[in-house]
């Protein structure tokens, strides 16, 4: 059964930061690309950051760039998100998903084959 379910999220002050967690299970990540995505209320889904099978490729909307770091322990099935610098625009919903991908050393984040329920990232002071 595959699952990914993030964990992490909170109520944080503007300028704090926090780590997302995406456990992953049901299927090994040699060959997915995992990508975190965010939505807020009245707002579309942005993807917020992807990263390559290999850990190698990454990339980041410009919102969060300077200020998210993703990364993934292929061994331990778990992809994080390191958010520093909080914004209260960064207040969302934070989902990971994973997309199938054979090129290793490319992020491909557009086409998602799995999805976990979310983490509800909070920044208000």
């Known amino acids: 059964q595959v699952q990914l379910e993030e964990s992490g999220g909170g109520l944080v002050q503007p300028g704090g930061s926090l780590r997302l967690s995406c456990a992953i299970s049901?299927?090994?990540?040699?060959?997915?690309?995992i990508g975190w995505f965010r939505e807020a209320p009245g707002k579309e889904r942005e993807r917020v950051s992807c990263?390559?099978?290999?850990?190698?490729?990454?990339d980041y909307a410009d919102s969060v760039k300077g200020r998210f770091t993703i990364s993934r322990d292929n061994a331990e099935n778990t992809v994080y998100l390191q958010m520093n610098s909080l914004k209260p625009e960064d207040t969302a919903d934070y989902y990971c998903?994973?997309?199938?991908?054979?090129?290793?050393?490319?992020?491909?984040?557009?086409?998602?084959?799995?999805w976990g329920k979310g983490s509800l990232v909070t920044v208000s002071s």
């Open positions: 049901g299927f090994t990540l040699d060959y997915y690309s």
């Open positions: 990263i390559s099978s290999s850990g190698e490729t990454t």
């Open positions: 998903a994973a997309q199938f991908n054979v090129h290793t050393d490319q992020a491909r984040c557009d086409l998602m084959n799995y």
